[in-house]
């Protein structure tokens, strides 16, 4: 196969497989936005709980709840289906991967989804419910009523979603960086202080411009640094151990060859004949 002919059996392939992504997609969004009431009022809890007695979310214009219930039926498709997305990934990149690539890769990718799912379902039961226990505190004390527009609710929580989504992902491009080469553990210890720092203008840029959700990014945040630390060292201890049987192998070998050469030599040496002039006489 001419090497035009394999890029374009690599072009196909991805094709097929972007296809059978998007159908999974298209198809758990109709069954979402089938259930986007159910999906709405469940993932609309936390605002529930925090309102004051006595009233309910309002849309503020005729639109909202269309678009709202749309938004929120495909995010939830696209979450459902990101399994299925990184298999198809994972089953188009793997064929040219090596051995040892394979054993890493595909942690990662799973510890990715893991700690995507994490983030969102933090987010959802401790962020969420305190973020809005606060605002509400606060209005509390004007003497004004509260009118929660239930589109704006959607994209404060589609903000803190993926804030804690991407920020739970610090330990898997942690290890990736130390299985890369391109830090050490100990250069990611050697960073602490910078990383307190920069844990808190993560959390000001991600976050809604309110100190509780920005503490509530940055504390967690700074643990899953040292988290991401811990699973670096561990990551660097397994890779050291087959570079280290590799080369061992390597020198038995190149050891075995030497021997094997100069019992080769030996052998084809022509023999020394006695009367020779170089040779002692009895």
Do not use: N
């Not at 529930?48 to 995010?75: C, E, H, M, N, W």
């Not at 379902?121 to 009523?145: I, K, M, N």
């Not at 411009?209 to 201890?237: C, H, N, R, T, W």
């Amino acid at each position: 196969m001419s090497q035009e002919e394999s890029f374009v059996t690599h072009l196909v392939e991805l094709r097929d497989r972007m296809i059978r992504s998007l159908v999974v997609v298209l198809v758990l969004f109709g069954v979402c936005f089938y259930f986007s009431g159910d999906i709405m009022k469940f993932l609309s809890q936390p605002l529930y709980q925090a309102l004051p007695p006595g009233t309910r979310p309002i849309f503020i214009d005729q639109a909202g709840a269309f678009f709202t219930l749309t938004k929120v039926s495909f995010l939830t498709a696209v979450l459902l289906s990101l399994p299925w997305i990184m298999y198809q990934a994972w089953a188009f990149v793997a064929p040219g991967l090596y051995e040892h690539e394979k054993r890493f890769a595909l942690p990662l990718i799973v510890s990715s989804i893991f700690f995507l799912v994490v983030g969102i379902a933090f987010a959802y039961w401790f962020v969420l419910p305190a973020a809005y226990r606060f605002f509400f505190a606060f209005a509390s004390r004007t003497g004004a009523d509260v009118l929660q527009d239930l589109q704006k609710y959607w994209d404060f929580t589609l903000a803190i979603f993926f804030g804690f989504g991407l920020t739970f992902e610090v330990p898997v491009a942690e290890m990736l960086l130390v299985k890369l080469g391109m830090v050490t553990p100990a250069q990611l210890r050697a960073a602490r202080r910078y990383v307190v720092v920069g844990a808190f203008i993560v959390a000001a840029v991600l976050t809604p411009p309110d100190v509780l959700s920005q503490f509530m990014l940055a504390i967690p945040l700074i643990m899953l640094y040292e988290l991401g630390i811990v699973l670096a060292g561990f990551i660097k201890a397994r890779s050291r151990a087959p570079d280290d049987e590799e080369a061992g192998q390597a020198a038995a070998g190149a050891a075995e060859a030497t021997t094997s050469a100069e019992a080769t030599a030996a052998a084809i040496a022509p023999p020394t004949d006695p009367a020779s002039p170089g040779s002692s006489q009895p």
